[in-house]
């Protein structure tokens, strides 16, 4: 089966870096808009980043400039790269896939989710 698998998450003082990394396992015919999104605590889940298969990236206005969506087509991997961390950056982050499987239908697949801690 397919799944979405993350890595990357841990625990990072203000002002900091960290870069999240994720990629579909299993059987699938290709990989279509890949995308991170977060949710803290109290809050609803939210889209940080996307990128389509183009490349083309589209950022949440509180991340644009500090964070860094990429992808590499080649290992259906994409990135996301937290700089300038702050107090109000600490949430699950999700990785999200839409995926055209074998039968050529478009399914969306998320991860099981990363944590992110800034301390301030």
């Known amino acids: 089966q397919v799944r979405v698998v993350e890595s990357g998450g841990g625990s990072v003082q203000a002002g900091g870096s960290l870069t999240l990394s994720c990629r579909p396992t299993g059987d699938f015919f290709s990989v279509l808009t890949m995308a991170w999104h977060r949710q803290a605590p109290g809050k609803q889940r939210e889209l940080v980043a996307s990128?389509?298969?183009?490349?083309?990236?589209n950022y949440a206005d509180s991340v644009r400039g500090r964070f860094t969506i990429s992808r590499d087509n080649a290992k259906n991997a994409v990135s996301l790269e937290l700089n300038s961390l702050k107090p109000e950056d600490p949430a699950v982050y999700y990785c999200?896939?839409?995926?055209?499987?074998?039968?050529?239908?478009?399914?969306?697949?998320w991860g099981k989710g990363t944590q992110v801690t800034v301390s301030s």
């Open positions: 999200y896939a839409r995926i055209k499987n074998n039968d050529y239908k478009k399914k969306d697949y």
């Open positions: 990128i389509n298969t183009r490349r083309s990236a």
